[in-house]
Each structure stands twice: as C-alpha cells, then as structure tokens.
C-alpha cells in the first residue's frame, strides 16, 4: 500500500522516519530513499545504525530548486533516476517490504524524475511491498493512487518569528 503524507505543516520526514523505525523493528527490510537532499540530517545518524535499513541519497547537495543552475537540475535528475533504480532492483529482488520516499512529491513538480517509470514503479509494487512517500503539494496522480493521504497543516511556526531551523528539531 501507498501512504503518502504532504502539506505545509512539520512533521512528514518524522512519520516517515517512526514508519521505518517501526517496520524495521517487525523484522522488515526497510529502504530508506531522500530525494531533494543532500546534506545530512539527524535522523539518518540513528537510521544508519539500525541493520536491516537501508540508505539511499545524493551525496552531494544541489540548494534550493530556484537557486539550482539547469546543469545541476540535470544532474539531480540523473542522481533521482538512480536511487529510483536502486529501489526497483532492491524491491524485484525481495530486499524491500517497506520503502520510504522522502520528498518525492517535488522530484515529479519540477521534472526532477522519469515520472513514468516512477508510476510504473508504484503501481506494480503498491500491493507487494508497504511505501511511504512525503512532500508539498501531490500532483493528482499521484493522489489518485495512495492508500493512506494524510495531510499535515501548519498553524503556527517558529519560523514566522524569524528562528531558524534547528539541529535535531527540524533536521
């Protein structure tokens, strides 16, 4: 099944991250797949440590999409393309029960993906392995076909007060 949880509100990585906690503690292999990011963040410290997680990102990181030249943009594409690969050959060769897709929502708004092969990839695998996928803004599609759409809000943020985000709270 597909879960997906989007919206402006805090907390769509963390679901992801205690979905995968929880499935690797049931036994299940888990992949851990991060699209748009490229610098490290607290929580993929702890995930490292859990065996049966598994890691996959850019290991280089590109800044924001509007401050992204259209070299860099190709580059992620190709770096996006990869990691989704990555997934299929882990998912066809029984190494996946529980995929995690972080951000994915903004690889298929700005073209930062094979968004064909990616669609192919999700409903072929949505009844054989669990995913989770978070971002903003789902392309219609890509609602169409989850499970679970859990829309997470934002009423208040520290943020509007001029606070910057903070190590171990927001990464």
């Known amino acids: 099944m597909i879960q997906l949880y989007h919206g402006e509100g ?3 990585t963390t679901a992801a991250v205690g979905g995968a ?3 690797a503690g049931a036994g299940m292999r888990v992949v851990f ?6 610098n490290e963040t607290a929580e ?16 280089e990181n590109f800044g924001f999409y509007f401050q992204m030249t259209e070299e860099q943009k190709k580059r992620l594409t190709d770096i996006h393309n990869q990691i989704l690969d990555k997934m299929r050959q882990l998912a066809e060769q029984g190494k996946c029960d529980f995929l995690v897709m972080d951000e994915l929502t903004y690889t298929i708004n700005y073209n930062l993906i094979e968004t064909e092969t990616l669609y192919q990839f999700l409903e072929y695998n949505k009844d054989k392995i669990e995913i989770i996928i978070t971002g903003r803004n789902p392309a219609p599609r890509l609602l169409d076909i989850t499970d679970y759409d859990s829309e997470i809000l934002c009423r208040k943020h ?3 007060r001029g606070i910057k985000a903070r190590r171990g709270i927001e990464y």
């Open 21 to 23: 906690v929880r499935a």
């Open 44 to 59: 993929l410290e702890e995930l490292k440590k859990i065996s049966n997680i598994d890691i996959l990102r850019s290991k």
């Open 158 to 160: 520290p943020y509007e």
């Open 33 to 38: 797949g991060q699209f748009m990011k490229g």
């Open 10 to 12: 805090k907390g769509k």
